[in-house]
C-alpha cells in the first residue's frame, strides 16, 4: 500500500522568510499527492495536488510544491511566510489503482513574528 | 451551501457502549471515507465506501463498524470491542470513482469521542 512520511514534527520560521514542509512517498506506480491544513480542533482543508504534468504545483494561499520523482519527494513551500500560516500541515498520497488515501503524521508549522 | 456534516461534534461515553457518528454529505460525492487522528499519529484510515452498499476496510477497521445504505450518508458506529475509542474522527468525500484516485477530499469539522 502507499505511504508518505514527514521527517519533521515541527518547523519554524520567522515571517516574511521562506517556508519548506517536507514529505517522501512510497507507492507503487505513479502517484497522486496532496498537501491539506488543519487548524486547531477543525476538519482538514485541501492546499494543492500533483496529478501530472508540471512538477511545480501552486495551490491556495500562497503555496506550492514540487514533485520530484526521483527523489519520492513532495516539499511543501511558500516565499514568504504568514503568521496565520500557523497550523498543521499534512501531506497524503492516493495510488493510481485505489481510491484509498494515505496521510502523513503531520508537521506542525510555527511562524512567528 | 455544500458540504460534509459530522455529528456530533462532542460525544462522551462509558465503556461497554456502542456509539454512532453521524456523517452527511450534499457534494454528491461517490467515496466516503472515515479516518482516525491521534496526536502524533496524523490521520489512519478506518473504512472507506466508493459506491453505495460497499465498503472497504482501512488499517484500523478493528472494532468500528459502517453501513453506506444512502450516497449522501456513512455512518460510524464504534463497538464496545474498540479498546481505545477516544480519539478525534474526521469523515470526508471525494469524487475519487470518476476520477480513479485523483480527487481531492472534503473533510468534515470532524467529532471528538471521549470514554469515561
Known amino acids: 500500500a502507499q505511504s508518505v512520511a514527514q521527517p519533521e514534527d515541527q518547523v519554524n520560521v520567522a515571517e516574511g522568510n521562506p517556508l519548506t514542509v517536507k514529505c517522501t512517498y512510497s507507492?507503487?506506480?505513479?502517484?497522486?499527492l496532496f498537501w491539506y491544513v488543519q487548524y486547531p480542533n477543525r476538519g482538514l482543508q485541501f492546499l494543492l495536488k500533483y496529478i501530472t504534468g508540471d512538477n511545480l504545483v501552486k495551490g491556495s494561499y500562497g503555496f506550492e510544491a514540487e514533485f520530484n520523482k526521483s527523489q519520492t519527494s513532495f516539499h511543501l513551500k511558500k516565499p514568504s511566510a504568514l503568521v496565520s500560516d500557523s497550523a498543521l500541515y499534512f501531506c497524503a498520497v492516493s495510488g493510481r489503482e485505489n481510491n484509498d488515501m494515505r496521510f502523513g503524521a503531520g508537521t506542525r508549522l510555527t511562524v512567528k513574528p | 451551501d455544500g458540504g460534509i456534516t459530522q455529528s456530533p461534534k462532542y460525544l462522551f461515553r462509558k465503556e461497554g457502549q456502542n456509539v454512532t457518528l453521524s456523517c452527511e454529505q450534499n457534494l454528491n460525492h461517490d467515496a466516503m471515507y472515515w479516518y482516525r487522528q491521534d496526536p502524533g499519529q496524523g490521520l489512519r484510515l478506518i473504512y472507506y465506501s466508493q459506491i453505495v452498499n460497499d465498503f472497504q476496510k482501512g488499517d484500523i477497521a478493528e472494532g468500528y463498524s459502517v453501513s453506506r445504505e444512502k450516497k449522501e450518508s456513512f455512518p460510524l458506529t464504534v463497538t464496545s470491542a474498540q479498546k481505545n475509542p477516544t480519539a478525534f474522527y474526521l469523515c470526508?468525500?471525494?469524487?475519487?470513482?470518476?476520477?480513479?484516485?485523483?480527487?481531492?477530499?472534503?473533510f468534515g469539522e470532524g467529532s471528538r469521542l471521549t470514554v469515561l
Open positions: 470526508a468525500s471525494s469524487n475519487a470513482w470518476e476520477l480513479s484516485g485523483s480527487g481531492e477530499l472534503f
Open positions: 507507492v507503487s506506480g505513479n502517484p497522486y
